[in-house]
């Protein structure tokens, strides 16, 4: 399988099948050529070093949308033990673009929520590329609403570039069952812990995306619109998204430093695909520890301090 | 309108040649063309009826402190949070600055913010009145505007009166990022809240009422009202027709269409709005069960926050 290249890569990439080309020469014949070669890993391991080390808004989006990258089916298989998976909102279908299931993380019971991609095209058909419709929101809080009947604590995975926006999911209310998973969220009484895993494409990410405790993936990102889409209105032009990324405020440390994150998981060197395993090893420690120090709150303090957070974000000026 | 009602406004009608009070989005003039039945109009008589066409019923835009006039109990609104404005906190500048756009917002639209916040009487009910108002950067939700909102809903529970929203916005605001966000969280939390305080909370969507404001607090009511032809809906129409490949059938995402889906509870001409939701107010806020307050707000504090 060809290797997925992403945009910014490719001068790493030319560099990498130059070199792949140049080992496969017979280095006996050429003496030259060992001299060549490693002066060539050095100038790829800088190149490495710069290109990977500070990533713009812009790359990072093209990073939280690898192919590879660990999906929400990823760290549910990997991280949690003895899953059950739920099916089904009880109204009108079971949306397989959100994932609810019971699942064990690190000895303690929780309830997963998450937004699932596919990993192959037949699957992301299946799961519409991991943009719920209403179906699918409602299918989410019923699972709220059960973790909260029986003392489950949650843990949402985020990844979708947003609700789908089609004709059926209009007339079925995507607007109010976003609203009704917002305001259950704010109120809901067990510990929510939400962790960025890739995209976070606004009121469809939100709609299991904020709690006690939210934990942003290095190259995940969080927005009020999409990049593509904010370049469309502002510059009449999606093309023009590389431009309207970086004001946006939705990389990790743009909600870190806005005080709507609370943690950055580093990711391995080029992106979570490069080693996923690294990536599970971290996001279950910090999620077992959050909910580790959160299960110890009563859940008054713990609701409180949810709705003293949420009151606490904004900027505004008053007089 | 009740006729006596209707003698008190003729008396007040305004024969002159020049627009005194020029209301709204209309153009200044004696004469007005309906956009919908192409009659032409006396701006006089279309100001008497609440900019409401008498032969096609079309309802002409029209600002938010004309809209409060409308609804409200006369001189009973008393306007909160009016010094709570807008700031350019990720100092956004892509085609043009946040800036330049308020700047511009509040010399169009005359207001500081994109909604308008009070105390009021609506058929003799306490309540506290929101009213947004489409010239301030189309009625976008920032931290201001959310906040205001999260605001008017506390003061209800402090006070005990109920909430009326009427809402007019393209969504968040996307000048202020993941800012603009969050307050459809807030703004949610804080009519969950209110909601376990069993006050009751009435919403009008008006034209239009979209985005992440429909996502968030104008879509939580008890009561949900629509004004006729108003567009409402979650994403944009050219993004749907995008990504269905399809053009929208007509009057899809109307007030009537959703009326008809069953997402509100009736289409209300302006007419009769303040009216109906006097009915409605006299319904929800004069509990008759005598414990309907006792299991409030179990696990949420019951005092709103420290602002």
């Known amino acids: 399988?060809?290797?997925?290249?992403?945009?910014?890569?490719?001068?790493?990439?030319?560099?990498?099948?130059?070199?792949?080309?140049?080992?496969?020469?017979?280095?006996?014949?050429?003496?030259?050529?060992?001299?060549?070669?490693?002066?060539?890993?050095?100038?790829?391991?800088?190149?490495?070093?710069?290109?990977?080390?500070?990533?713009?808004?812009?790359?990072?989006?093209?990073?939280?949308?690898?192919?590879?990258?660990?999906?929400?089916?990823?760290?549910?298989?990997?991280?949690?033990?003895?899953?059950?998976?739920?099916?089904?909102?009880?109204?009108?279908?079971?949306?397989?673009?959100?994932?609810?299931?019971?699942?064990?993380l690190?000895?303690?019971?929780?309830?997963?929520?998450?937004?699932?991609?596919?990993?192959?095209?037949?699957?992301?058909?299946?799961?519409?590329?991991?943009?719920?419709?209403?179906?699918?929101?409602?299918?989410?809080?019923?699972?709220?609403?059960?973790?909260?009947?029986?003392?489950?604590?949650i843990v949402t995975l985020i990844d979708t570039q947003g609700a789908f926006p089609g004709l059926e999911a209009e007339q079925r209310g995507q607007a109010?069952?976003?609203?009704?998973?917002?305001?259950?969220?704010?109120?809901?009484?067990?510990?929510?812990?939400?962790?960025?895993?890739?995209?976070?494409?606004?009121?469809?990410?939100?709609?299991?995306?904020?709690?006690?405790?939210?934990?942003?993936?290095?190259?995940?990102?969080?927005?009020?619109?999409?990049?593509?889409?904010?370049?469309?209105?502002?510059?009449?032009?999606?093309?023009?998204?590389?431009?309207?990324?970086?004001?946006?405020?939705?990389?990790?440390?743009?909600?870190?430093?806005l005080g709507i994150a609370d943690e950055i998981v580093p990711e391995p060197r080029g992106g979570a695909h490069r080693e996923p395993a690294t990536v599970f090893a971290s996001v279950a420690r910090v999620v077992s520890e959050a909910l580790r120090q959160l299960t110890?709150?009563?859940?008054?303090?713990?609701?409180?301090?949810?709705?003293r957070r949420l009151g606490a974000i904004g900027v505004y000026n008053e007089q | 309108m009740p006729i006596y009602d209707w003698f008190k406004a003729r008396e007040g009608r305004n024969y002159t040649t020049t627009s005194a009070s020029a209301p709204g989005e209309l153009p200044d003039g004696v004469w007005v063309k309906c956009p919908s039945c192409k009659h032409t109009l006396y701006k006089g008589d279309l100001d008497r009826v609440g900019d409401v066409c008498p032969h096609?019923?079309?309802?002409?835009?029209?600002?938010?402190?004309r809209r409060i006039a409308l609804l409200v109990d006369e001189g009973t609104f008393e306007e909160t949070e009016a010094g709570l404005t807008s700031v350019d906190p990720l100092r956004f500048n892509a085609a043009k600055p946040y800036t330049e756009s308020l700047a511009k917002a509040r010399e169009a639209s005359g207001l500081p913010e994109g909604i308008i916040t009070g105390r009021a009487l609506i058929c003799g009910h306490p309540v506290v009145l929101g009213v947004m108002d489409f010239r301030f950067i189309a009625g976008s939700m920032g931290s201001a505007l959310g906040e205001k909102v999260a605001r008017a809903f506390r003061l209800a529970g402090h006070e005990r009166r109920a909430v009326v929203i009427l809402t007019r916005s393209g969504g968040a605001r996307m000048q202020e990022g993941m800012l603009s966000l969050m307050q459809m969280a807030k703004t949610a939390a804080e009519a969950e809240r209110l909601a376990?305080?069993?006050?009751?909370?009435?919403?009008?969507?008006?034209?239009?009422?979209?985005?992440?404001?429909?996502?968030?607090?104008?879509?939580?009511?008890?009561?949900?009202?629509?004004?006729?032809?108003?567009?409402?809906?979650?994403?944009?129409?050219?993004?749907?027709e995008q990504t269905i490949r399809q053009s929208l059938p007509k009057n899809f995402r109307s007030a009537e269409y959703f009326e008809e889906c069953g997402m509100v509870d009736a289409v209300v001409p302006r007419s009769e709005l303040r009216e109906r939701i006097g009915v409605v107010l006299d319904y929800l806020a004069g509990s008759s069960v005598a414990d309907a307050t006792e299991s409030v707000a179990r696990g949420i504090a019951a005092e709103g926050g420290d602002r």
């Open chain 1, 296 to 307: 110890e709150m009563p859940l008054d303090e713990l609701v409180e301090e949810r709705y």
């Open chain 1, 106 to 153: 690190d000895g303690r019971r929780c309830m997963v929520i998450g937004h699932r991609k596919g990993k192959n095209t037949k699957e992301n058909i299946k799961r519409n590329f991991g943009s719920p419709h209403p179906e699918g929101f409602r299918k989410a809080r019923r699972a709220m609403k059960l973790a909260e009947k029986f003392g489950l604590p």
């Open chain 1, 1 to 104: 399988m060809a290797r997925f290249v992403m945009e910014f890569e490719r001068p790493l990439v030319e560099l990498e099948e130059k070199l792949a080309e140049l080992k496969r020469l017979d280095i006996a014949a050429t003496p030259d050529l060992a001299d060549e070669i490693a002066g060539l890993e050095t100038e790829i391991e800088k190149l490495r070093e710069t290109l990977y080390s500070a990533l713009s808004p812009w790359e990072k989006v093209q990073v939280s949308r690898h192919p590879g990258r660990p999906k929400t089916q990823d760290y549910v298989e990997t991280l949690f033990e003895d899953v059950v998976e739920l099916h089904g909102d009880r109204s009108f279908g079971d949306d397989e673009a959100i994932m609810t299931a019971l699942a064990t």
């Open chain 2, 196 to 240: 376990r305080a069993r006050l009751p909370y009435i919403s009008v969507l008006a034209n239009p009422t979209m985005g992440g404001v429909t996502a968030s607090f104008a879509t939580l009511a008890d009561v949900i009202f629509a004004e006729p032809g108003a567009l409402i809906g979650f994403a944009g129409q050219r993004v749907i």
């Open chain 2, 56 to 65: 096609c019923g079309h309802h002409f835009d029209i600002d938010a402190p």
């Open chain 1, 176 to 257: 109010w069952a976003i609203a009704e998973n917002l305001a259950t969220l704010a109120a809901l009484r067990t510990p929510i812990v939400v962790v960025g895993i890739g995209e976070g494409g606004s009121g469809g990410a939100l709609a299991i995306g904020f709690g006690d405790h939210l934990i942003m993936l290095e190259n995940a990102y969080y927005s009020v619109i999409t990049p593509e889409a904010c370049a469309s209105i502002i510059f009449k032009d999606a093309t023009r998204a590389p431009e309207a990324a970086p004001c946006l405020a939705m990389t990790a440390d743009d909600l870190l430093r």
